[in-house]
T-cell receptor, first 112, second 114 residues
Framework: QKEVEQDPGPLSVPEGAIVSLNCTYSNSAFQYFMWYRQYSRKGPELLMYTYSSGNKEDGRFTAQVDKSSKYISLFIRDSQPSDSATYLCAMSAPSNTGKLIFGQGTTLQVKP | AAGVIQSPRHLIKEKRETATLKCYPIPRHDTVYWYQQGPGQDPQFLISFYEKMQSDKGSIPDRFSAQQFSDYHSELNMSSLELGDSALYFC?????????????FGPGTRLTVT
């Protein structure tokens, strides 16, 4: 079983919808949680970074971490066709020297 | 803003050949990570360097080696290439003394082994 689980989708939504992306994890040592967006054949782009539990908002994006449930989420409000990409969650523990453990990625398509 | 630079962007090699991938981190970043991403897969950590010293090692084959130089750029050397080495290779950099683990990825090198 992978340390980080993420539904690969694909997820298809109409433009303007609220999108919810989720990951679960098994390693309770994870303290740092990130969401990356990756367009086809491009490098992952850091969207959100959260330390420990709580919420963080940046524009149309909101990241939530629930360490008690080992569950993290990314919400995208007013989704746009340009949001169509693969979204990867990634995590790290303080003892991990920074290496990231990624989820499988969820492919999102926002239809005009 | 300056980003992580990787070269070459595309590389085609034959089996048993050698390849060298280069990574130039964001200016002032002192930590470099290498990841391998197979088709339809998530990135897998290979190796990392902090201040020119290897800081961690993941599932990197013995055929691969890497180093970080005095100007903080890094090179990943891959020998005796196998078909299964075909993948996207990403380099990421971070500032160790800044926000922990905020890694910024380069555009990747697509390696094709034939």
């Amino acid at each position: 079983q992978k340390e980080v689980e993420q539904d690969p989708g694909p997820l298809s939504v109409p433009e303007g919808a609220i999108v919810s992306l989720n990951c679960t994890y098994s390693n309770s040592a994870f303290q740092y949680f990130m969401w990356y967006r990756q367009y086809s054949r491009k490098g992952p782009e850091l969207l959100m970074y959260t330390y420990s539990s709580g919420n963080k908002e940046d524009g149309r994006f909101t990241a939530q971490v629930d360490k008690s449930s080992k569950y993290i989420s990314l919400f995208i409000r007013d989704s746009q066709p340009s949001d169509s990409a693969t979204y990867l969650c990634a995590m790290s523990a303080p003892s991990n020297t920074g290496k990231l453990i990624f989820g499988q990625g969820t492919t999102l398509q926002v239809k005009p | 803003a300056a980003g992580v630079i990787q070269s070459p962007r595309h590389l085609i090699k034959e089996k048993r050949e050698t390849a060298t991938l280069k990574c130039y981190p964001i200016p002032r970043h002192d930590t470099v990570y290498w990841y391998q991403q197979g088709p339809g897969q998530d990135p897998q950590f290979l190796i990392s360097f902090y201040e020119k010293m290897q800081s961690d090692k993941g599932s990197i084959p013995d055929r691969f080696s890497a180093q970080q130089f005095s100007d903080y750029h890094s090179e990943l050397n891959m020998s005796s290439l196998e078909l299964g080495d075909s993948a996207l290779y990403f380099c990421a950099s971070s500032l160790e003394s800044g926000g922990p683990n905020e890694q910024y990825f380069g555009p990747g090198t697509r390696l094709t082994v034939t």
